[in-house]
C-alpha cells in the first residue's frame, strides 16, 4: 500500500485552490431545505421544455466518486440539488423478451427514447422482429417542438443515436459502417447509417464529436457521392467545427457541430488505474490534446437552448433537448478516474446550466439520469483489490482508493446492472419518485409535452 509523504500532502493541500472552482456547488450546511423544494415541485402539468441530462455510466458510484474528489464527501453538487429523486431499472432483454440483466447503452438509450426494451446493440428496433420504433424525439418534431442533440461522444454514438435514427446494430454509424445493418443500407432500401439518418431527420441541433463518420461518401440514393457533411448542407444545416462558429450560428438552420474526429477529448488527465495501485495521484485538470477551441459541454447546452429557444420564439410550443456526458462510461472502461471525474464535472456544469434555465422558465422539465452503472468502486486505503487500482488525493486533501475489478487488467471494464439514480424538477416531475423502469422515462417527458 502507498502512502504519502508529508510532502506529497503539503502539496497537494496547496493544489486544492486551483481545481476547487472546477464545478459549481453548495454544501450540505448551506443547500436549501430540500423538503420544501419537494413540496412544490410534486405537480403535474404541462412542459413547455424538456431537458433530458444522461451521465452515461454515471451510476452511484460515478457520482460519489466525482463528489468526493471535487467538492468533499459533505459537499454537494448540481445534480444533487434536484428536489426530487428516484431510481430506475436499467435491464435489456433478449430477443424472446426474457431480461439481459447487464444492458449496453444502445439497448438502454433505446428504453427512454422509445418506452420498449430491445436487445443489447440495437438502436430503437423491436428486440423480435427488428422493426422501426417511434423515437420521443420523432414524436415532439410531430407535435411542432424543436429538437436538440448534444453530447461528447461521436454524434452517431449509441446515446445521440437512439434518438434519431433506427439501426439493427449500434456500429453502423457511417456509410462505410454497415457491414452489421445490410437490410438499413439504402440499396436495400433501408434509411442508411446513423450519420444520415441523424441529418435527413432535420434534428435542430445536432452538437458533438464524429467528424470522421459524416466525413465518410454516401453510396446510394438522392446524396451518392457526397459526404454526409455534405448532404447536411444540402439539407440546410450550418456545419461548425469550434466554439467561435457554434456561437455565431443563426437560429432558423439547423446547425451541426462537429468539435473532433472522433469522441470529444476528456477535459481531465491523470494516471490510469493499475494493478498494485498507483502512488497517490491529484488529477491534471487539463488535456494538450483537447484544443482550446473545443466548446465545452456546458458551453454547448448553452448554445444549443439559444438556438432552440430562439427557432421557436414566435410557437406557444417549446423543445426537447438531450445533453449527453458520454465520456464518464468511455474512462471507466479504461479504469482512467481522473478522466472519470473530470468529465463528471463537465457533465454537472451542464446540469448547473439546464437548472438555471429552468429557474427563469419553471415550465421546463429537467431531468438528469444515467443509462447504466459501471465498474468504479470507492474502497478502503489498505484494501488491495486483484484488479486495477489507483490511489488519489482529494480536494480536502485527502486520500481515495478507486477500484476497476469487472474485468481483468488489460480488457475494458464492464457494465453493471445495478439501478441507477434518477432525479427531476418541473412538471410531470413527481413521475421519477421510488423505483421505476427505464422505459418509463418515455411515458414522464411524453405527459409533459403531451405529445400524442
Partial sequence: MHRPSRRHVVTATALVAATA?????????????????????????????VILLIGDGMGDSEITLARDYVVGANGRLNMDAFPLTGAYTTYAVHSDGTPDYVTDSAAS?????TGRKTVNGRISKTPDTDKAVPTILELAQKNGYATGSVTTAELTDATPAVLASHATDRSCQGPGDMAKCPTDTLAKGGPGSIAEQSVNHKVDVLLGGGKQRFDQKVTDGTYKGLTVTEQAEKLGYQVVTDTTELKGAKAGKPVLGLFAPGNVPTEWTGKPAAVGGTDPQRCVTSNPKRSSATPSLADSATQAIRLLEAKQ???????FLQVEGASIDKQDHAADPCGQIGETAAFDRAVKVARDYAAKHP??????????????QIVPLEATPPGLSS?????????????????????????????????????QAYRVLGVTNQTDLFATVREALGLR
Wanted: avoid cysteine.
Fill in 21 to 49: 472552482a472546477a464545478v459549481a456547488v453548495t454544501t450540505a450546511a448551506g443547500a436549501s431545505d430540500t423538503r420544501q423544494q419537494a413540496q412544490h415541485a410534486i405537480k403535474g402539468g404541462k412542459a413547455k421544455n
Fill in 109 to 113: 438509450g433505446s428504453g427512454w427514447a
Fill in 313 to 319: 420564439k414566435d410557437s406557444k410550443k417549446g423543445f
Fill in 363 to 376: 415550465d421546463t422539465l429537467v431531468v438528469t439520469t444515467a443509462d447504466h452503472g459501471h465498474t468504479s
Fill in 391 to 427: 490511489t488519489l488525493v482529494t480536494n480536502e486533501g485527502q486520500q481515495l482508493k478507486v477500484n476497476y475489478s469487472t474485468n481483468t487488467p488489460g480488457q475494458s471494464q464492464e457494465h453493471t446492472g445495478t439501478q441507477v439514480r434518477i432525479a427531476a424538477q418541473g412538471p
